[in-house]
C-alpha cells in the first residue's frame, strides 16, 4: 500500500519514458537527449529528471554514446 503523499496539493511525478511506453533509448534521437543534460554538458540525475532506475541508465549509455558519436558535445562552452 502506498503512503499518501505529505503535501496533498503535490503532483506525483513519473518517468517520462515509462508514461510513453518507451523501452529503448536511441542515442540518435538528440532532441531527446539534450532534454537530460544541463546548461554545462552534464548528465542531470533522477532527483531532477524525475526518470527511472532503469531509464536512467540507458540515458546515461544512450548520452555517453551519442557524445562519442560527435552528436552531443562533451563540454558546452
Known amino acids: 500500500m502506498r503512503k499518501p503523499p505529505a503535501n496533498p496539493f ?8 515509462c508514461r510513453a511506453n518507451i523501452q529503448h533509448i536511441d542515442y ?9 543534460l ?5 548528465i542531470v540525475p533522477r532527483k531532477r529528471s ?4 532503469s531509464h536512467q ?3 546515461g549509455s544512450g548520452v ?3 557524445r562519442f558519436m560527435a552528436l552531443v558535445p562533451y563540454v558546452v562552452k
Open 10 to 17: 503535490a503532483q506525483e511525478r513519473h518517468c517520462f519514458f
Open 28 to 36: 540518435k534521437d538528440v532532441s531527446t537527449l539534450r532534454r537530460y
Open 38 to 42: 544541463s546548461s554545462f554538458g552534464k
Open 50 to 53: 524525475h526518470v527511472c532506475a
Open 57 to 59: 541508465r540507458m540515458l
Open 64 to 66: 555517453k554514446q551519442a
